[in-house]
């Protein structure tokens, strides 16, 4: 995603309501290391999440980009950053045993004065003990404040543009469900029916180029969807067996998951149970999804509808969704579920997630939607069944 | 990968070597977060690594496999782990504002006496800040020593089992290879190309089913080269300008990388001299590389071709490769760069990576290799040259 996607004036938007929300916690210096959040804030694209590096958000002015030697042209050429704010650590300090690369950061901290109040992303996959234990001992600990989310809450009300993003993720998504509904069928190897569908989602439809999604294709079947974040195997589709596919499609970086189970053969009762109570789940949840209801409320009808079926949902069923880098395309900031009592705004996004795990078979339909006055409305286009391949 | 790639013996050696190099650190619990390490270690295998999770090895008996309730089902179905050795943490913790799934180990460790010399990995993605502040407020810092790359570094030599899954791996790489000449031509957008490469790997070759590499492919054209991550676009191929693609197959986890630079018309006389001077630096390294060699020795046949050429190469030329999850397929222990004196042993296995890097163009043309007493032989046969495609 080239900074270029967005206008000036949103970046500027987004920083502005960061500040507020620093400004709030008392932060002056943010210290921002997850890459979605570095790309929200900047444009800044690229598979370097594996070392350490952030955008560094002060009071006033430009952030500042830091990272790599190797990864600064990146940093030129994705975001819209004057090139006098992208700052280096030095190559050979990459993995090295005897060198953080944090040590630079704080040299750079220290030359600019930002050496006090300085928010960091304290549960956040790229930040790791060691880069806090550095800044530690640069600062000490009072110096410091956990601004764990602090930025993915900016996020969760999407402007236009961010829409639009997400829809064309959502065709990328039903495209990717049509592949796999067309390629399911027995005795079919199960990763070569998942090479057809990742195919679908990166060429993508005319106009609609694909960019890989945050996580892989969640693949399991019969039993093995007992567990819920397998992955695939060489073991061909068998009759008799549920599977589902977890899969998002990925416009410049943003995601619009969706998930559909697959039988081949009559479908027992019981799954045919799980299916209405499901669909009835989705149904109910988008109509309640309005602007200030809560997400428990929200979460409240998927319960439901497991409860009259006789089922107990005993873990969240959905989570925030938009820009993301792997492992996890969810925003990590509101769950769908009791006890989170933040309520919806307009054009905040969601996975529902009315997954049902027993010990004997996995049952997976989702809806990516968006919150409108009128409920929530889906993202994607894709027939909402289970769908039956008959042998 | 399930744990039946590999015999009970195999893994129990891997947990007495883990276990001496606790011994000598002073670690009496290990607490591993690096999901390589805990596949390595049990075979445990998932997309889970998105939630706190963790592998933990005491002095005496079995490891135990420690994640969320939704992922016990997938520990029981990949590890070879006793049912009673795997412990979970309550569902509605799942990325909670209140609540710190590793609160849920504490009171693990503390019910099994484990609250002494523990060893955690400081600096890995999946150890996050907060969850090594949990351990501190439990434990206090001196009850905490820092493991980083202790697993790494017992995985450096591979068994002859791991081995034949690299070299299954190359074969996969190689026949990504091959697509990928096949399809590179003028006028075609990148992003169909990439798809063709990603699905070759996963859909593989007859018996070799390929899984998801660690990294998606890096694939900048031109200019955008000038950068080391860059990933895909939609721009359609254009003559006079090379492309290099950074790419892995990928077969029960283990990874075989290998980029080539590929080139649309004549390349001019600066790209052709780079090629000389990168193939004279791996057919120098792969010569040298025997046991007993340090890694500085080795990495200085790249740096020395390149001098020759006129280049200077400021980064570290490879790291050791093997079984990885996202977001990196190194193991981050050695690097082969001045300055890291450990000597190469039998079976180690290396991404040489002579890449080069100019404002206006890079240049990759990179292979893995296994070390040997007669020199570091290659784990994929794939054509070593800059890829000409006349237009």
Chains 1, 2 share one sequence.
Not at 46 to 52: A, I, K, L, T
Not at 167 to 194: D, I, N, S
Request: with cysteine.
């Amino acid at each position: 995603m080239p900074a270029s996607d967005f206008s000036q004036a949103e970046y500027d938007h987004r920083i502005e309501r960061t500040r507020a929300a620093m400004s709030a916690q008392g932060i002056d210096t943010l210290l921002i290391t997850d890459p979605s959040n570095m790309a929200w804030l900047t444009g800044y694209d690229g598979w370097s999440f594996y070392v350490p590096q952030m955008v560094i958000l002060p009071t006033t002015g430009a952030p500042l980009w830091w990272g790599r030697t190797q990864d600064k042209p990146g940093a030129a050429q994705t975001t819209w950053l004057a090139p006098s704010d992208l700052h280096d650590w030095p190559e050979e300090h990459v993995q090295h045993p005897d060198h953080h690369p944090v040590a630079a950061l704080v040299t750079l901290l220290c030359d600019r004065g930002w050496t006090r109040n300085l928010g960091v992303e304290m549960d956040n996959y790229y930040y790791s003990a060691a880069s806090h234990h550095v800044l530690q001992q640069a600062f000490g600990d009072a110096a410091l404040t956990d601004a764990t989310g602090l930025v993915n809450w900016q996020r969760a009300v999407k402007s236009p543009a961010e829409l639009e993003m997400m829809r064309k993720a959502g065709q990328l998504t039903a495209h990717m469900h049509e592949v796999l509904r067309a390629g399911f069928r027995e005795g079919a190897p199960k990763h070569e029916l998942v090479a057809q569908v990742q195919a679908a989602g990166v060429s993508g439809l005319p106009d609609l180029p694909g960019d890989y999604p945050a996580i892989v294709p969640i693949a399991p079947s019969g039993k093995e969807a007992s567990a819920s974040h397998i992955t695939w195997n060489d073991r061909p589709l068998t009759r008799g067996e549920a599977t589902y596919l977890e899969i998002s499609g990925c416009f410049h970086r943003y995601h619009c998951p969706a998930s559909r189970s697959l039988f081949l053969g009559e479908p027992p009762d019981d799954i045919r149970h799980a299916e209405a109570a499901v669909l009835r789940a989705i149904d109910d949840t988008l109509a309640a999804a309005r602007p200030g209801v809560t997400c428990e409320e929200v979460a409240a009808c998927v319960y439901a509808s497991f409860e009259r079926a006789g089922y107990i949902k005993a873990n969240r069923t959905g989570y925030p969704i938009g820009l993301s880098y792997p492992p996890d395309w969810g925003e990590r900031t509101m769950s769908l579920r009791p006890g989170d009592t933040t309520p919806l705004e307009e054009n905040m996004t969601f996975h529902l997630m009315p997954g049902l795990w027993t010990p004997d078979w996995g049952l997976a339909i989702t809806e990516s939607f968006v919150v409108t006055p009128q409920g929530g409305r889906p993202l994607a286009d894709i027939p909402r069944e289970l769908v039956v391949k008959p042998v």
